[in-house]
């Protein structure tokens, strides 16, 4: 801890004596607490040890080498009182203020293998749930005034703490209500779609993703709390240790984490299971398994219902199933219950990441299997597009790459290993033989992966020189260069981007743009995520201590500046959903900031600059008069709009014609751009088809318009007119 002031001294003085109140109060819980749960857990024996390396690794291996110190501390209590009650509704003010008595002395104590502090939190705030479960169920009895016009903020992350019970009293009121009227709203909706598109209502059976309301409104608000009082009681010390030793690394920035011993465990597990299941990176939000990314060629991605910010609340086994909450289960504990055998029905209970009120529940059932390589590796195809004047067509190749993966489980087999630089180089020669006019490299959606096939990508449009600039802490920053001095292809090149594209994505992206190889096209930016993260025992003696995941380096572009936080801004912005919703580097607590370092040594290429302006008056000329780009920016619109809304209304008739504003744009999104269910059920009536149904559904999904890539094929084209017409200029001359 830092050096304090004398007035410091005098105050920790003051709050040294306030602390037996507070040791006082916990004392008081044990005693008179009527809250029916397991005995009062306390930290292990060994959880000292564990704190006191981590307190001693964290300043020394992070990337930032901050000092485990007072600001740290604050942050770390800050991030515990959250991680327990996400949206500062639980604690009163009253708690708050006590516990700060500790703002400045967390640190102290993690040094010192001291974490009593954690669990006396938590036990307070179990008494804190067990008071709200009872004030839900007194609510729910009582009814509320549907009409009255009145509104709830949904979003209370940054939001103060209630001061009084009064207070909390009204803010829970708002809170249950906002979910009542959701549910009723839900079912009102289902009753008016046609007989036809009906969705399964208050247990119904129904074979497509439906819209459910489980029971009464009050008994499933009723159920949601007493399930997370339910999940408390199982929690045991090591749950509380993982949750506030992780506070502190969070402090240090957003994707340093401490995994427990169990953790480390089941991460092994996870591991070795990787293969299999639905095929979704998950992550706990707000008491919910959120889906932060489906793998390509997994099941949930294949079958097209899943988005990343869907929210599992549930899990049914197989057809007959009954849906186990997992509210606020650990997060390994609904992982296993959503993983089981190959060819196994699982369904699942969501919460949508278009729904902010968190009370529509839709059952989407998948099928568990593995992850087929073939569909999550790199692919290519040939698209013909009239040229500018419709007097002859360009042959323009398009290659989608899922993952920058590195498969090294072949090397046991004795095979070469799978690689996506291979695959590209392999893939890129084909279109060559081809004759093509032009590439387009698909990097949407893809979250990264292997730091040495992005290099190696990348330097397959460029002679040699610098790719990627690494800098780890304590040290000076390293470029890492091409490896390969042949180009493979030199021709007009786009790569096109979304939010989700991260890290190996950005590297790739940003090097090329750097070099002006090549236009990149998409949302306004990608996801911003420049840094690598390690995983460090806690112990190298004793693995069962538990690990570090800690940040340890952080990329820069060539030119110098950091792929952190900005991420890498496209030539020309063609937005997706994803840009009007909270995806990005930017949305995470405790980021690492942006920064530069000085550029690489590096030359780049001519010529583009001097046809960009055109591309882009062009390309613009034509979503102006394009009728399904007016839709799609329509449908764009109205997304940014309910993702903007801080407030839900808490009358009746304001809710339900909110619904039904949102039940034309699904409409209307269906209309424009497809369902492949529906795709797959007009294909498969009437006339006997031969081939599968997945076969079918590929179809079906390949069909759908994609606005972005369609506008996209024609700026390549126009790159391709553009390119030529200045290289016969610069003959001419």
């Known amino acids: 801890m830092c050096l304090v002031s004398t007035k410091l001294e005098l105050t920790r003085l003051s709050r040294s004596m306030n602390k037996n109140i507070i040791k006082i109060t916990v004392a008081a819980f044990v005693a008179f607490s009527s809250f029916s749960m397991s005995e009062l857990i306390a930290p292990e024996a060994n959880y000292g040890t564990i704190a006191k390396r981590l307190a001693y690794g964290l300043p020394r291996i992070h990337l930032n080498e901050t000092q485990l110190d007072d600001s740290i501390s604050e942050k770390t209590l800050g991030n515990y009182l959250t991680s327990l009650d996400f949206d500062h509704s639980f604690f009163l003010k009253s708690d708050i203020d006590g516990f700060q008595v ?29 008071e709200r479960v009872v004030f839900v169920e007194k609510q729910l009895s009582e009814g509320f005034e549907k009409e009255r016009k009145e509104y709830f903020t949904w979003d209370r992350k940054e939001a103060l703490w209630p001061e009084t019970a009064e207070a909390q009293d009204d803010l829970w009121r708002k809170k249950i209500k906002n979910e009542y009227i959701g549910r009723i709203v839900a079912k009102q909706i289902n009753l008016e779609r046609p007989e036809e598109a009906v969705d399964s209502v208050d247990g119904e059976e129904d074979n497509q993703d439906s819209t459910v309301v489980i029971g009464s409104p009050e008994e499933n608000i009723l159920k949601k709390y007493t399930q997370f009082k339910k999940a408390l009681e199982g929690h045991d010390a090591e749950w509380v240790l993982q949750l506030y030793l992780n506070s502190f690394t969070r402090s240090y920035d957003a994707h340093s984490s401490f995994m427990s011993p169990r953790a480390v465990e ?35 991605e294949q079958d097209g219902r899943l988005q990343p910010g ?23 504990k ?63 190749g398009l290659i989608t790459l899922p993952d920058f993966y590195a498969d090294m489980d072949t090397k046991k087999t004795g095979e070469a290993p799978r690689r996506s630089s291979t695959d590209m180089r392999r893939l890129i020669e084909e279109l060559c033989d081809l004759d093509v006019d032009g590439m387009i490299i698909d990097l949407r959606n893809n979250g990264g992966g292997a730091l040495s096939d992005a290099i190696e990508i990348a330097g397959l449009f460029i002679e040699d020189g610098p790719v990627v600039q690494v800098k780890q802490s304590g040290r000076r920053k390293r470029p890492q260069y091409d490896p390969d001095p042949d180009v493979i292809y030199d021709g007009p090149l786009i790569i096109m981007v979304n939010r989700q594209s991260a890290s190996a994505s950005e590297i790739v992206a940003a090097a090329l743009q750097d070099y002006r190889r090549a236009i990149i096209v998409g949302d306004s930016k990608t996801h911003g995520k420049g840094s690598v993260q ?41 937005p997706s959903p994803y840009d009007y919703m909270k995806i990005g580097e930017e949305y995470l607590s405790n980021v690492l900031s942006w920064g530069w370092v000085t550029s690489a040594n590096y030359r780049p290429f001519d010529g583009l600059e001097q046809i960009m302006p055109m591309i882009k008056e062009r390309s613009l000329q034509r979503l102006v008069d394009n009728e399904d780009y007016k839709v799609y920016r329509s449908i764009l619109d109205k997304i940014e709009v309910r993702n903007e809304l801080e407030e839900y209304p808490l009358s009746y008739i304001e809710r339900l014609e909110m619904a039904r504003e949102d039940e034309k744009l699904a409409v209307l999104q269906k209309e424009h751009f497809g369902d492949p269910e529906e795709l797959v059920m007009a294909k498969t009536e009437g006339d006997i088809v031969d081939a599968p149904e997945e076969e079918l559904k590929e179809e079906a999904k390949a069909a759908k318009k994609d606005v972005v890539l369609d506008e996209t094929l024609l700026i390549l084209r126009d790159m391709v007119e553009l390119e030529a017409a200045v290289k016969v200029s610069s003959v001419d001359r």
Request: aromatic letters at 6%.
């Open 310 to 332: 869907d929210k599992i609340i549930a899990v049914a086994q197989g057809d007959d199933g009954t849906p186990e909450d997992i509210l606020y289960l650990p997060l390994y």
């Open 102 to 130: 500790k703002s400045l002395e967390l640190d102290d104590d993690l040094i010192g293998g001291q974490l009593s502090f954690a669990y006396e939190v938590f036990d307070i705030f179990k008494e804190r749930v067990q």
């Open 534 to 574: 390690s995983l460090i025992p806690i112990d190298g003696r004793d693995q069962s201590l538990g690990m570090m995941k800690l940040t340890t380096a952080g990329f820069y572009r060539i030119d110098g500046r950091s792929t952190q936080l900005k991420g890498v801004e496209p030539d020309i912005i063609i």
């Open 266 to 300: 089941d991460f092994k597990i996870q591991m070795r299971l990787s293969l299999t299941g639905i095929g979704a990176l998950l992550q706990t939000e707000e008491g919910a398994a959120k889906i932060v990314r489906l793998i390509p060629g997994g099941p949930a």
């Open 334 to 396: 609904a992982v296993r219950l959503i993983r089981g055998e190959m060819g196994t029905k699982v369904k699942l209970s969501i919460i949508p990441a278009s729904d902010k009120s968190g009370a529509v529940v839709k059952v989407v059932d998948i099928i568990r299997g593995k992850i087929n390589l073939e569909e999550q590796s790199a692919k290519s195809e040939v698209r013909e597009i009239p040229n500018f004047d419709k007097t002859e067509n360009f042959k323009l």
